[in-house]
Nanobody, 128 residues
Framework: QVQLVESGGGLVQAGGSLSVSCAAS????????MGWFRQAPGKEREFVAA????????TYADSIKGRFTTSRDNAKSTVYLQMNSLKPEDTAVYYC?????????????????????WGQGTQVTVSS
């Protein structure tokens, strides 16, 4: 049974840091591109970051570039999102997701439809 379980998140003041983890089970973790999305109240879910199976290649949305970092530990089947210099507009439910598709060099899955499996989401709230 394929499963993604997120942990972390919470409440932090603007300028602070938080980390979110996503543990996977039920498949060959290293074969999947892992992505992060977020959904703020009243808004559509948006792409945040993605990391390829090897962990060597990542891409980020412009809104969080330079502040967020995603990484993965394939031995632990876990992907991480480290969020620094948080802003109130980063407040959202954060989701991890897994994509089984093949993506050539420089190409990444950035839309929800490209991801087959999703975590339950975890709340991140940034106070001003």
């Amino acid at each position: 049974q394929v499963q993604l379980v997120e942990s972390g998140g919470g409440l932090v003041q603007a300028g602070g840091s938080l980390s979110v983890s996503c543990a996977a089970s039920g498949w060959t973790f290293s074969s999947y591109v892992m992505g992060w999305f977020r959904q703020a109240p009243g808004k559509e879910r948006e792409f945040v970051a993605a990391i390829k199976g090897s962990g060597a290649y990542t891409t980020y949305a412009d809104s969080i570039k330079g502040r967020f970092t995603t990484s993965r530990d394939n031995a632990k089947s876990t992907v991480y999102l480290q969020m620094n210099s948080l802003k109130p507009e980063d407040t959202a439910v954060y989701y991890c997701a897994a994509s089984r598709g093949y993506y050539s060099t420089g190409s990444y899955p950035r839309t929800m439809s490209e991801y087959a499996y999703w975590g339950q989401g975890t709340q991140v709230t940034v106070s001003s």
